[in-house]
């Protein structure tokens, strides 16, 4: 290993250690022989550690000013040591160590891996450099340090990638030895490269899942979300709003979800959260629609690279789900959706055509499900795509399938993963990128190259705030100077770089047990089928399908990778979901019925509880023909449209031909014949009647008619007389009069005007005459009616009128 490798000026010659070995072999091997026989207390390695005990301080670099210095800067270095022994250290120097210039970008990852001083490769401390004497550092505590010097005290030759380290040295029980070192890198360039290397940084805004598939019954269609989380992101402080604030500031391609920013405009739209059965009113509008124009205007003047909605998991797609049937169009309709989200939020012209798999990690089926929704170009990983060269080549490159890439580089894409709450693993972590993009400059500072980075999706805010300051040590363009990523796609090609893709073999394991089960898929298709079939129904589809569509999505999105049970979670809420809305239109249950005749009605009731109309087709099926047929069928088919939040009532003509039972079927179909939900069942029973009973009922009844009508008559005539009584003798007046002579019987006609000839009775007039009914009594009292010539004006009430 280079561990051990001989690096010029750290420490005793090339014939002076030659000369050391020698003697120790020489010298030394009949103790061999003997300590061979004796168990081995520790290995190697541990034993070294522990013989010159520099894992018993703890030094910490915290700061590093200037990360990049030129002439005439000082170098300030502030940081902590700590005792992690059970013993006090005495007389102990913290002091300054300037290792010779790093060669390679190979050796700079060398030496960030060590731990514990090495005499062999670790520099002597810097001469005359200023130190710091702490006299006694008991068990467990701590004490903080600062050492600044002038860079020409450094002894830099020239320009480059220098080794610098700060050791503490002190005395223990036994011996004065280093018991604790702590080491960085210095890139030193005074002066600006003839080729200065172009280098693009990835500005990922990317977060988890958040919007649910239910919206709320309001003309708006407020969004439900699952949890209030993403207002944590976004408040002052939170991670999205450092990545914005931050990266307004520093030359980056922003790499965008779309997902992110229609969640985020949700949210200041009005939004909604569930809690248990509830959904509560969201109350961060004012957070997300701040943060919304604060990324209005940072991302003015940069480029803007649009992922798919919801940032699919390509690898698992190309390994798991590529088989199942439709997944590759959830695909598809994330890429559609993706340009028209960020135009339309951010009013910015997205780049769509890009691909960016987990951790840069590719395969010929990731490729191919990568370049299948309609992007040309896919941002893979120096460690995946690996080159044999002994320098860092372009990043375009043209692969042997056809494909183009941008291969990102793998230690500055990675050199912000870990825990940067901590100020020294910040430090340690700038200082190391700004080595290695030197380094990368120097290898061949005759030849620009163009280089990308393509940090973690999901930064920390403590990992974007190094990863700014990171950028910041390049602002002075001394070996490197901004690009973006449509221009680091655009660039020459290197032709000797590497065009193979790796093989499928090669896929990295740890990545690929992390990916969405086949399982996950096959509920995507289970979502997707039934809400197909659900939104041919309904004559408001736009309030259905976006939803669902983009919830679909979501279950597909890479922040699902580590969250098995989350994501399993959030696939079963959407079905769930959408099984509840397809269940609001459905058949009532229909007790048995009676069918009394060779004819009858059958009414089928359709419910629809949704808020919008719906149309379907009823199709009521006959169990025996023979028995029951509907129109002379076994089936009969009516269209059916249903006003939402109301029910109908369907009407079947069915005719019975034999007595018995006969089982029914009500099914509903959509239009084009798929059924649609579940079928109702129940049971008609057919009693037939002969003609002669028909007869006899029909006898019966004419008997109640007739009979009803007779009483009706009589008592209209008993209430007419009445009403004619009353009405004489109110007529009626009570003068006295004396009664007029009458003829003698025998007397001349013609002297008598009154007189009527022998033989003949008086007539009464003919409208006088009334006729009782023999079962009704002659009332005495009941004077004889005087009618008089019949008038046309209707009948007052009480008269009888002739008809």
Not at 165 to 189: A, H, K
Not at 251 to 274: C, E
Not at 536 to 545: D, G
Not at 732 to 748: I, K, V
């Amino acid at each position: 290993m280079a561990e051990a490798a001989d690096i010029q000026g750290t420490g005793p010659s090339p014939a002076r250690r030659w000369l050391r070995r020698t003697i120790t072999v020489a010298f030394g091997a009949p103790l061999l022989a003997g300590l061979l026989q004796a168990p081995v207390a520790s290995s190697p390695a541990f034993a070294a550690d522990d013989a010159t005990g520099s894992k018993t301080v703890d030094v910490s670099l915290d700061t590093l000013a200037p990360s990049a210095p030129v002439e005439g800067d000082t170098v300030t270095i502030t940081g902590t040591v700590t005792n992690r022994s059970n013993k006090a250290v005495t007389d102990a120097t913290v002091d300054l160590r300037v290792g010779p210039q790093m060669t390679s970008r190979s050796e700079i990852e060398q030496v960030t891996g060590r731990t514990g001083y090495r005499s062999d490769s670790d520099p002597a401390p810097l001469a005359d450099a200023p130190t710091v004497k702490i006299p006694r550092l008991g068990p467990g505590l701590s004490k903080d340090f600062s050492l600044s010097v002038p860079v020409s005290d450094l002894g830099f030759d020239e320009a480059g990638v220098y080794q610098l380290g700060v050791s503490l040295t002190g005395q223990t029980s036994d011996r004065r030895r280093v018991l604790g070192i702590e080491r960085t890198f210095l890139p030193y360039q005074p002066e600006a490269t003839e080729k200065k290397t172009q280098l693009t940084y990835l500005w990922p805004l990317i977060s988890s899942a958040h919007v649910s598939a239910e919206t709320a019954t309001d003309d708006q269609q407020t969004p439900v979300f699952e949890d209030d989380t993403l207002a944590a992101e976004l408040k002052p402080g939170g991670r999205l709003d450092e990545l914005v604030s931050l990266g307004k500031d520093l030359p980056v391609t922003w790499v965008v979800d779309p997902d992110l920013l229609a969640s985020v405009d949700a949210m200041a739209n009005g939004y909604r959260v569930k809690g248990g059965a509830l959904r509560l009113p969201g109350k961060h509008q004012a957070v997300a629609q701040r943060w919304l124009d604060s990324l209005e205007k940072a991302v003015q003047g940069h480029k803007v690279v649009a992922l798919p909605f919801a940032d699919p998991d390509l690898a698992s797609l190309a390994h798991r789900g590529k088989d199942v049937p439709g997944s590759l169009g959830h695909l598809q309709s994330a890429t559609a959706l993706a340009g028209t989200t960020v135009e339309t939020i951010l009013h910015v012209q997205p780049a769509t055509d890009f691909a960016w798999p987990v951790d840069g990690a590719v395969d010929p089926s990731i490729l191919a499900v990568a370049t299948s929704a309609g992007a040309d170009k896919v941002i893979a990983r120096s460690d995946s795509v690996r080159d044999d060269l002994p320098y860092t080549p372009t990043a375009a490159r043209p692969f042997s399938n056809g494909t183009n890439a941008v291969v990102s580089d793998a230690l500055l894409s990675t050199a912000f993963e870990g825990d940067m709450v901590r100020t020294e693993s910040s430090t340690l972590a700038v200082q190391e990128f700004l080595a290695q993009s030197l380094a990368i400059t120097l290898e061949q500072p005759e030849d620009q190259r163009s280089i990308v980075v393509a940090p973690q999706r999901v930064p920390t805010a403590a990992q974007a705030q190094t990863m700014a300051t990171a950028l910041r040590g390049l602002s002075a363009k001394r070996w490197s100077q901004p690009s973006d990523l449509l221009a680091a796609a655009a660039a020459k090609p290197d032709p000797d770089a590497s065009t193979t893709v790796p093989a499928g073999s090669r896929y990295p394991k740890k990545l690929r047990d992390r990916e969405l089960p086949v399982q996950a898929f096959r509920d995507m298709k289970t979502t997707r089928d039934e809400l197909d079939d659900f939104k041919v129904i309904l004559t408001a589809q736009y309030r259905v399908v976006p939803p669902f569509t983009n919830a679909i999505n979501r279950e597909m999105s890479t922040s699902w990778r580590g969250q098995a049970r989350a994501a399993a979670l959030y696939r079963i809420n959407v079905l769930e979901y959408l099984q509840t809305l397809t269940e609001g239109v459905q058949l009532v249950d229909k007790s048995d019925l009676t069918l009394s005749g060779r004819s009858a009605t059958i009414p089928v009731t359709v419910q629809n509880k949704l808020l919008q109309d719906v149309h379907l087709v009823l199709r009521l099926t006959s169990g025996s023909k023979n028995r029951l047929n509907l129109n002379g069928e076994g089936y009969k088919e009516l269209p059916v449209r249903i006003s939402g939040g109301h029910s109908q009532s369907v009407k079947f003509s069915a005719s019975a031909n034999v007595n018995g039972q006969v089982p029914m079927t009500a099914q509903l179909y959509t239009e084009d014949g798929t059924p649609y939900g579940q079928p109702m069942t129940f049971t008609v029973k057919v009693s037939e009647i002969t003609a002669t009973v028909m007869l006899v009922i029909a006898g019966g009844v004419l008997l109640l008619v007739l009979a009803g009508v007779r009483m009706y008559s009589q008592r209209k005539r008993v209430a007419a007389r009445k009403a004619e009584a009353e009405e004489a003798e109110t007529d009626a007046t009570p003068e006295a009069t004396e009664p007029e002579p009458q003829p003698e019987s025998g007397a001349d006609p013609e002297g008598d005007p009154e007189a009527v000839p022998e033989g003949d009775t008086p007539q009464e007039p003919e409208a006088a005459t009334e006729e009782h009914d023999a079962d009704e009594p002659e009332q005495p009292s009941d004077p004889t009616p005087d009618t008089g010539s019949e008038s046309g004006d209707p009948s007052g009430p009480g008269e009888k009128v002739d008809r």
